[in-house]
């Protein structure tokens, strides 16, 4: 089975434009979580999706957007972008997100430098 | 939200066993347990996942007691392409919004 693949690997911006970040999650995962990655902050979720509804959400600022797909592929964007975006952005997915035994799968991540 | 504490790092020689312990004192009755490894500019890898006793796959054990607030990870035979940084993590129940990532454990692997 295929994993979790995610696109553009990296990408560099300017402070003020925005960014599309997109993510295929491995085959019959409904959930699909996005998660910001820095050294001073660690691995924090951003948000949840399933069944094309944002499910949950972290303590992440308005500019910080989301969107499933009916086929389960799912894009984060971010607009005025800042230069503490700099990060590296994951995507996650799951069987359901609830389950107690689900696990989520990590794809290879999208470094995003903004200048 | 699961609370996770691990030691920061952690060195070890090539060849021996490493056993990372964490520590989740407020677990919760559903949440399972879970081992991340990862490596620089890459995304979290799954090790491992339990729920109680002992889980073994071809990679890891993952030993947890019977009161489930703590667990260990243990690699046995370390090599050098170990090293890496690993994370525990309880949950999803309640979703995964409320998991948290800890520091993780920094494994340096020494030849």
């Known amino acids: 089975k295929a994993g979790v693949t995610q696109t553009p690997r990296y990408l560099i911006k300017t402070r003020g434009q925005q960014v599309t970040l997109s993510c295929s999650p491995i085959?019959?995962?409904?959930?699909v979580s996005w998660y910001q990655q820095t050294p001073g902050q660690g691995l924090q979720f951003l948000f949840e999706?399933?069944?094309?509804?944002?499910?949950n959400k972290g303590n992440f600022p308005g500019r910080f957007s989301g969107r499933q797909f009916s086929n389960s592929r799912s894009e984060m964007n971010v607009s005025t972008l800042e230069l503490g975006d700099s990060a590296l952005y994951l995507c996650?997915?799951?069987?359901?997100?609830?389950?107690?035994?689900?696990?989520?799968?990590f794809g290879p991540g999208t470094r995003l430098t903004v200048l | 939200l699961a609370k996770t504490t691990q030691p920061i790092s952690m060195d070890s020689y090539e060849g021996q066993e490493v056993n990372i312990t964490c520590s989740h004192n407020?677990?919760?009755?559903?949440?399972?347990i879970t081992w991340y490894q990862q490596f620089p500019s890459q995304g979290p890898r799954f090790i491992i996942q339990?729920?109680?006793t002992k889980v073994t796959n071809e990679v890891a054990s993952l030993f947890i007691p019977a009161d489930r607030k703590s667990s260990t990870l243990s690699l046995p035979r370390v090599s050098l392409s170990d090293t890496a940084v690993y994370y525990c993590?309880?949950?999803?129940?309640?979703?995964?919004?409320?998991?948290?990532f800890g520091t993780g454990t920094k494994l340096q692997v020494i030849p």
């Open positions: 996650a997915s799951s069987l359901t997100g609830t389950e107690a035994a689900d696990t989520q799968y």
């Open positions: 085959s019959g995962h409904r959930s």
């Open positions: 999706y399933f069944s094309e509804t944002q499910r």
């Open positions: 407020n677990i919760a009755t559903n949440d399972y």
């Open positions: 339990g729920y109680k």
């Open positions: 993590l309880v949950g999803p129940s309640g979703g995964y919004q409320k998991v948290t």
